[in-house]
């Protein structure tokens, strides 16, 4: 008979300085919604400077976004849509006892984050044996005369998609982390806060990539 079909008995886990669970479940999430206001934050700063000098160079921009490929992109943008459902219903496998789905679910989550970066990974060399670098980087012997300014383009760029990228490769570790823990059985109906905040984590990452696949991509 399969485990996650039996009902399990779970105490709530509640730590020395909370009254109770329902205390400490309220404050963990007001600290993680107020880490994530932190990152919206660092994005935004980012997002700004982008619509500053995209309002001044449209034409760059626009020529920049020729060298990008939007297919890539879409697909990177389905593979995160997919690993928020995963990451979702994970906790909601938690939630009924389902260990051994919750597992399966946090680690489709992990996979789909590899397969972004992979595609991240193929991108990026791509762009350096044509030479597309950021800022004054840019390998002007192999881009076109007419190109010889898209290194301002390039350099909002890797710094959008690397600093995104760095938060992705952040979730995959702490969702193996959660893995790791579940398979353990550390969480379950009356204990699954940890899952919840990494899954804030992680959906604000995949909306994040959202708004950069049309800005980045489809500018042109």
Known sequence: MSTDNIKHTHSAHVSHHFKDANQEYDAGKQGIWLFM???ILMFGAVLV?????????PEMFAEGAKSLDWKLGFVNTLVLIFSSFTMAISISFIQKNQTKNAAIALATTVFCGAIFMCIKYFEYTHKFHLGLYPGHFLDVAKVHPEHA????????YYAMTGLHGIHVLIGMG????LLIRTIRGDFHSQYWLPVEGVG???????????FLFPLLYLVG
């Open 149 to 156: 300014n898209l290194g301002m383009y390039f350099g909002f």
């Open 49 to 57: 400077g982008y619509a500053i000098f995209h309002n001044i160079y």
């Open 200 to 210: 804030i984590f992680w959906h604000i990452v995949d909306l994040i990539w959202i």
């Open 174 to 177: 702490l969702i193996t982390w």
């Open 37 to 39: 206001v932190t990152e």
